[in-house]
Structures are given as C-alpha cells and as structure tokens.
C-alpha cells in the first residue's frame, strides 16, 4: 500500500481534541490540528471541532498568531447547542471556513420534532447534523431530516455511542436499527463519543461496552449492501478481528457508504490501531 490514506478512510476522523475527555485548550488544539493537516495522514483527518461558543477567541487567536494581519482560513466545525451555534455563524462571518454545524435538538424523552424544525432553519444550505436521541420519536426526526435532504439541504442525523453513563452507549441492535433506517432513508449519518479504538472492547476502568470504529465501518459496509438489521448487529457485536479486517480491507478503494464519520478527541488512537490493523501505512512521514 503506498503511504497515502486510501478513499474508504478519508475523511473519517474529525479533530475533535477541545472536547471530553481531551478538553484540550484553543491553543494546544489548534497547535495539533497544524500537525495533523501537515502529516502524510492528513486526508483520515477531517475539519477540527470547535465549541461554537469559542470561535471569538479562535479568530482572535489566529490573528495574533499571524502578526494581526489577515486571518489565517481554518476549516472548522462548530458544535453546540443551536443557539449558541447561530450567534457563532453570524460572529465568524468569512474569517473561517465552516464546513459542518452539528447541535442536539432534543434531550432523551423529548419530542424531538421541534429542534428538527429549528435546526432545519439554522442549516441553511450549510453541511448539518443534528444529534438526534436514541428514544421516543427517533423515526419521526429521521423522517423529517430526510424529507429536508431531499428538497435540497444538505442535512443528516448524529447519533451519541458513548458517554458518563451505560444508557448514553446504544446496543448493537440499537445501533444496527438507526444505521439500517438511515440506509432506508437515504441519510448519511454521523456519530460522536466512545470510539476509541478498533474493536468493540469494555473499558477497564468504568466497566462500559464501547463500539468499535472498525465493527460500525463493517456494520455500515454490510447496511450498504442490504443486510438485515440482525446481521448488522452481529458485526457491530463482534470482537474478532479477523473477518472486521477483511470486510474493510477489501473495500478500501471505494468511497465509505453511509457513515459520514465521528469525532476523536485523540487522532492518535485509532489513527495507530490502523496502522496496526494494516489498513493505513506502517510507517509515519
């Protein structure tokens, strides 16, 4: 494999370093996210994620890092809640490229149709997710979102698999039902929180079962192509390497179906269970 990042991969990782458990400083994030966009991984790593509250201190920070001349174009996404995310729009004016919004727009319980409504305004012809709950009202939000996308927005669905608390961390039958159902709906879907590495494994320290990046690329291939949720499930719920690897190795040269990607507070990570997976290049520069 040359030392390049192959189309499946591209794209897959947003920088997402300012927030839990990382919470790096504007600074140190932004320093990083230099590092990244510099290295020969640079096409595995997407946009870097700012709380939307702090594009005033971002922008003021480029400035000075350049001398106070033009404003360094940084590509960045902007993620909080929906009102916070507006004002943030409305304060970076040019000064960066936003490339993608992403808000939740319920809390777990509550309807869910109103924030779709008002996300919906907020997106704009902008690239959009909204986190939308795995609880009551779920399939009616994705309805919404799909009949948005195509009239023309260019708009999708974030999941949570991860978090404080075992609820916040879907089954693999959950989560192979939202992937299905946005297959079923023509919705690229996003996810955020617990895909540290690879494989689905528990963590030792709080006992919680993550996902694993690996099982959702293989679970989304499989959507892709007509599984059935069960089956999907069973990818999702696999710990062997073997078959996850040779489902995702096979399919590198085409373009991810489905899932759009998620974001890591540590690029680190699954950027080196890749490598030693052999799936990306074995070597760095």
Not at 202 to 230: K, M, Q, R, Y
Not at 256 to 263: I, K, N, Q, S
Request: glycine residues 12%; hydrophobic residues 45%.
């Amino acid at each position: 494999m040359s030392n390049s990042v192959p189309p499946l991969l591209v794209g897959l990782l947003d920088d997402a370093a300012m927030f839990p458990p990382g919470s790096a400083s504007l600074t140190d994030a932004l320093a990083t996210h230099r590092l990244h966009r510099a290295a020969w991984y640079s096409q595995l790593v997407g946009p870097l994620m700012i709380p939307a509250e702090d594009v005033g201190s971002l922008w003021s920070r480029l400035r000075e890092s350049i001398g106070g001349g033009e404003s360094e174009r940084l590509s960045v996404g902007l993620l909080g809640p929906l009102p916070v995310v507006a004002g943030a729009l409305a304060a970076a004016g040019g000064a960066l490229d936003v490339r993608v919004i992403e808000s939740p727009i319920a809390k777990r319980g509550e309807d869910p149709m109103p924030g779709v409504r008002s996300f919906l305004k907020v997106a704009g012809t902008l690239n959009a997710y909204a986190e939308v709950p795995l609880t009551w009202g779920l399939l009616g939000a994705l309805d919404a979102l799909a009949e948005a996308r195509a009239a023309g927005q260019n708009i999708g669905p974030k999941f949570r698999t991860g978090g404080l608390a075992a609820e916040l961390f879907p089954t693999p039958v959950e989560l192979a039902a939202v992937i299905c159902a946005c297959r079923d709906r023509d919705l690229p879907f996003k996810l955020t929180a617990g895909l540290h590495h690879a494989l689905r494994h528990t963590d030792p320290e709080t006992g919680f079962l993550h996902h694993g990046f690996l099982n959702v690329l293989a679970g989304a291939i499989a959507a892709a192509d007509g599984a059935e949720a069960a089956d999907v499930a069973e990818v999702l719920a696999s710990t062997d390497a073997v078959p996850l690897v040779e489902t995702v190795r096979l399919r590198l040269d085409d373009k991810r179906p489905l899932w759009v990607g998620y974001g890591t507070c540590s690029v680190g990570e699954p950027l080196s269970d890749m490598r030693r997976l052999g799936l990306l290049p074995g070597r760095v520069g």
